[in-house]
């Protein structure tokens, strides 16, 4: 794997002249749906398989590319922390990990934040480059986002954000 293709791609992609090595591919105003791009671009470029958690889980290029050599994370519903300390009860964010990156920050240092991803996220988007699944249903969403939260948290109270069809989840979340 060599990291000049996500470069060349990155550059491309978001529109900007330059990336480096450890330029965070969120801070260059990437998200989910260049993520998705990005990820088909990889793999056709170099057969690959590349699931999107990996980019959430490694948003520079430099980090992709030892997980991709490594192979040693796992795929799979997952939690990323976007401000892990705090002694108010959790927030968890569903759908879009990205879009919440600033709100994190915005909350302050009492507040823990969690992104939630589940590989049933990258199928939400009919007919995109990447896409993986045709449809996904929200109870699926919800069930998986569920099991993600309480594997790490096993007893509440939560606190659960959703922007557009996030919001959907989280209530279905709630229930």
Do not use: K
């Not at 450890?22 to 170099?46: K, P, Q, Y």
């Not at 948003?59 to 519903?77: D, E, I, K």
């Amino acid at each position: 794997f060599s990291a000049e293709l996500p470069l060349f791609t990155l550059c491309e992609i978001l529109g900007v002249p330059e990336v480096g090595l450890h330029d965070d591919f969120f801070e260059l105003g990437g998200n989910s749906l260049t993520a998705i791009r990005c990820v088909d671009r990889f793999e056709a470029a170099t057969g690959l398989m590349i699931d999107l958690g990996e980019v959430f889980r490694s948003p520079t290029v430099a980090q992709l590319a030892a997980s991709l050599a490594s192979r040693s994370q796992r795929s799979g519903p997952m939690l990323i922390p976007l401000q892990e300390r705090g002694d108010e009860p959790p927030l968890f964010c569903l759908l879009g990990i990205q879009i919440y990156r600033h709100l994190a920050h915005g909350l302050g240092e009492r507040q823990p934040v969690f992104g939630v991803y589940v590989p049933e996220e990258q199928g939400m988007v009919e007919g995109l480059p990447g896409s993986r699944s045709s449809s996904v249903s929200i109870d699926r969403l919800a069930d998986a986002d569920v099991e993600v939260i309480r594997s790490s948290h096993p007893s509440g109270p939560y606190r659960l954000a959703g922007l557009s069809f996030g919001g959907v989840v989280a209530l279905e979340v709630a229930r």
